[in-house]
């Protein structure tokens, strides 16, 4: 079976494992920590390399998830317009045209429409929207290191443990 992989690091990396596990599709999911270069977010666009960030690891089955609706469960659990460390990172090149059309969506929702050469206005100018900056981090991941056994699953070994995403509210939410 051919399968992919996308990373994902920003709020409570336990929660995400959780919260992708029963996702369909979804291979597998691990904990661990990530390194990447050429990492910059939509508000600063100047690149650097990040090292030992905590993020989780989804392997998933293209022919049955698509990244893009991966990448919108993520940004339905985390705010891509706070200041979380939230990032978006990928290993195969062909998932980057894909990664950067999504968050060009993301970053330019309520921005001011565009208007043609034409004179024609793309979006309806009627419509107050409200300007917002995307902090999402996009890069090319360098390497991920699982954690250990004992860090996988970790909610699901010890469910006494409250979480600040309502897991079970959130996973009747998601249909597909």
């Not at 050429?38 to 989804?58: A, L």
């Amino acid at each position: 079976m051919y399968t992919k992989k996308i990373y994902f690091s920003g709020g409570n990396v336990q929660e995400l494992q959780e919260i992708f596990a029963d996702v369909p599709g979804v291979v597998s999911v691990s904990v661990g920590k990530l390194s990447a270069r050429n990492v910059h977010s939509y508000v600063n666009h100047e690149p650097q390399t990040i090292e030992n960030i905590s993020s989780v690891e989804i392997e998933f089955n293209p022919k049955k998830m698509d990244l893009s609706m991966l990448m919108d469960i993520l940004f339905n659990v985390l705010n891509p317009y706070a200041e979380n460390n939230l990032g978006v990172y990928y290993n195969s090149g062909e998932d980057e045209p894909q990664v950067e059309l999504h968050l060009n969506f993301i970053a330019n929702r309520g921005k001011e429409p565009v208007v043609s050469k034409a004179c024609l206005t793309i979006n309806d100018p009627h419509v107050d929207k409200i300007v917002r900056k995307c902090f999402v981090k996009v890069g090319r991941l360098i390497k991920f290191e699982v954690a250990p056994d004992d860090e996988q699953f970790f909610l699901h070994k010890h469910p006494e443990i409250k979480t600040d995403i309502d897991l079970t509210k959130l996973k009747t939410s998601l249909r597909f």
